[in-house]
């Protein structure tokens, strides 16, 4: 469970990392595990991130949580919440992908980050209060610092866990979460994929391929 070498200069792991580590080697069985606990973070890099789409924390599904939020591994159906996105996702550009894993955005410098890393099997939001919240942050932050970030906040906990940062150069899109509880009351409609795009394109960056 080494820190990524790109973001390794965080904070974070100085000061909070130690004692999260130390309670994650008492913890059987948590996911997404050892190999895929900083996912996110080894698929991009702070110079790379253009997007940043928050969660809440893993999947508490064995096998479904792949470290990315939101995604899943390939083989998985879609859990509720990513059907949604992909049904706005084919709405807006007229295509989803094919599997539940997110990956390729990932590597496109999508910063897809939970707010909490780890969570116990069956029990959701099981580390929430362990001080990962810190972690999300400064990882924003750090992106922020080579340049403007489009910031997809769904639901109240993602926009409140980067409250305050979001700049007037960033693009900030904050819409109702996509859960079946609260899509039709603003994430619906809100065709966050190609607004993105639109707003990378105009400042001659490359947009994301949402639906390969």
Same mark, same amino acid.
């Given at each position: 469970?080494?820190?990524?070498?790109?973001?390794?200069?965080?904070?974070?792991?100085?000061?909070?990392?130690?004692?999260?580590?130390?309670?994650?080697?008492?913890?059987?069985?948590?996911?997404?595990?050892?190999?895929?606990?900083?996912?996110?973070?080894?698929?991009?890099?702070?110079?790379?991130?253009?997007?940043?789409?928050?969660?809440?924390?893993?999947?508490?599904?064995?096998?479904?949580?792949?470290?990315?939020?939101?995604?899943?591994?390939?083989?998985?159906?879609?859990?509720?919440?990513?059907?949604?996105?992909?049904?706005?996702?084919?709405?807006?550009?007229?295509?989803?992908?094919?599997?539940?894993?997110?990956?390729?955005?990932?590597?496109?410098?999508?910063?897809?980050?939970?707010?909490?890393?780890?969570?116990?099997?069956?029990?959701? !939001?099981?580390? +929430?209060?362990?001080? &990962? *919240?810190?972690? /999300?942050?400064? %990882? $924003? @932050?750090?992106?922020?610092?080579? !340049?403007?970030? +489009?910031?997809?906040? &769904? *639901?109240?906990? /993602?926009?409140? %866990? $980067? @409250?305050?940062?979001?700049?007037?150069?960033?693009?900030?899109?904050?819409?109702?979460?996509?859960?079946?509880?609260? %899509?039709?009351?603003?994430?619906?409609?809100?065709?966050?994929?190609?607004?993105?795009?639109?707003?990378?394109?105009?400042?001659?960056?490359?947009?994301?391929?949402?639906?390969?």
């Amino acid at each position: 469970m080494i820190p990524p070498k790109a973001w390794a200069d965080l904070p974070f792991f100085q000061h909070d990392w130690p004692a999260i580590r130390d309670r994650l080697t008492t913890e059987p069985d948590w996911l997404p595990g050892r190999d895929r606990l900083f996912a996110a973070l080894e698929a991009t890099t702070p110079q790379q991130t253009s997007v940043v789409i928050l969660g809440q924390d893993p999947y508490p599904t064995p096998g479904h949580a792949n470290g990315l939020a939101f995604s899943v591994a390939p083989d998985i159906a879609l859990p509720r919440s990513l059907r949604n996105i992909f049904a706005e996702l084919h709405s807006d550009l007229g295509r989803a992908p094919y599997t539940g894993d997110l990956t390729p955005w990932a590597q496109q410098g999508v910063l897809l980050l939970n707010t909490a890393l780890s969570v116990l099997p069956g029990k959701a !939001g099981a580390h +929430a209060k362990w001080g &990962w *919240g810190k972690l /999300a942050r400064q %990882a $924003v @932050a750090a992106a922020q610092s080579h !340049g403007p970030v +489009a910031f997809v906040l &769904w *639901g109240a906990h /993602a926009q409140k %866990a $980067v @409250a305050g940062l979001p700049r007037e150069q960033d693009l900030c899109i904050s819409t109702a979460h996509p859960s079946p509880l609260s %899509a039709r009351r603003g994430f619906f409609g809100s065709r966050p994929f190609s607004r993105v795009n639109d707003w990378l394109t105009a400042q001659g960056r490359p947009p994301i391929d949402w639906t390969g």
